[in-house]
């Protein structure tokens, strides 16, 4: 998140000396997608992930890399990313996830739904699971290792890829649609929610995270966001959003005055179960 952070201010610096994406006498200021691109192309803000940092794995256990499905031996190569979150690995199984948007799990009981997220619960030491566009995001207790952990996460995904399973047992489950711009949103909500879906989320996304919109109150210019994944209890998640998102938005919508983060009540629930592990 700290790199996130400062990213972010490097780039407004320089967005700075751009005139702005719409300018104050126009009578629409809605920024839609190939305006806010245009200016700022997809550079060191949201460079793709270096593969270099990945950690590659084929296996569906410590050693042996096949499983036998159908009666056919089947394999996955799973790679691995770190995040700024020391307790949170990112999980690449060289498949789809999530379709459309993201899934957060912060405890055992809101996984339920979902046959893999309630697999990885299944293993000791897991503590929260998110589920991006092409990967997972595993968050661990302080005092669980890795190299005990790692093994069985890659044998709980490619179990789960082999089973053939839906991803959500609800069909009716939708990703979340937070940022869906609807037709009563004023023109400072909605640009705001273009700035977070276009610009913000997938930096968030390539630490393994994700931010869900909460609102805006007019009266005190105030954003309120939610961290999920990586992002949700990562010691810099402070950084992330004063230096980076908050900079942002106020540098495009004037009428934003800070960012702040709120918690639901299963996300306490699950820092305070993390705090006493």
């Excluded at 992930?49 to 799973?78: A, Y």
Aim: proline share 6%; hydrophobic share 35%; charged share 20%.
């Amino acid at each position: 998140m700290k790199g996130f952070g400062r990213v972010l201010e490097r780039s407004l610096l320089r967005l700075r000396k751009i005139s702005p994406v719409a300018s104050s006498s126009s009578s629409h200021r809605f920024i839609s997608s190939s305006a806010v691109t245009s200016p700022i192309q997809r550079g060191p803000l949201f460079s793709s992930i270096n593969p270099s940092k990945r950690q590659n794995f084929l296996s569906s256990s410590v050693l042996n890399p096949w499983t036998v499905f159908g009666g056919q031996k089947r394999s996955m190569f799973i790679q691995t990313q770190t995040t700024p979150n020391p307790s949170s690995l990112m999980f690449y199984p060289g498949k789809a996830v999530m379709d459309v948007g993201s899934a957060d799990f912060p405890n055992a009981r809101s996984a339920m739904n979902s046959p893999l997220a309630k697999s990885l619960y299944g293993i000791d030491g897991v503590t929260r699971v998110f589920f991006g566009s092409d990967f997972v995001t595993v968050t661990k207790s302080e005092e669980t290792s890795w190299d005990i952990l790692k093994p069985e996460i890659f044998a709980a995904i490619m179990d789960f890829y082999s089973s053939g399973k839906p991803l959500f047992l609800d069909s009716q489950a939708a990703a979340s649609m937070d940022t869906a711009i609807h037709e009563d949103d004023s023109e400072i909500v909605a640009m705001i929610k273009e700035l977070l879906e276009t610009r913000i989320r997938p930096a968030v996304q390539d630490d393994g995270g994700d931010i869900e919109y909460r609102g805006f109150d007019p009266e005190t210019g105030i954003v309120k966001l939610r961290m999920q994944g990586a992002c949700s209890g990562c010691p810099s998640s402070a950084v992330t959003l004063k230096s980076g998102i908050e900079n942002m938005l106020m540098h495009y919508v004037p009428e934003v005055k800070s960012v702040e983060q709120e918690m639901d009540n299963e996300d306490v629930d699950a820092e305070l179960t993390s705090q006493m592990d």
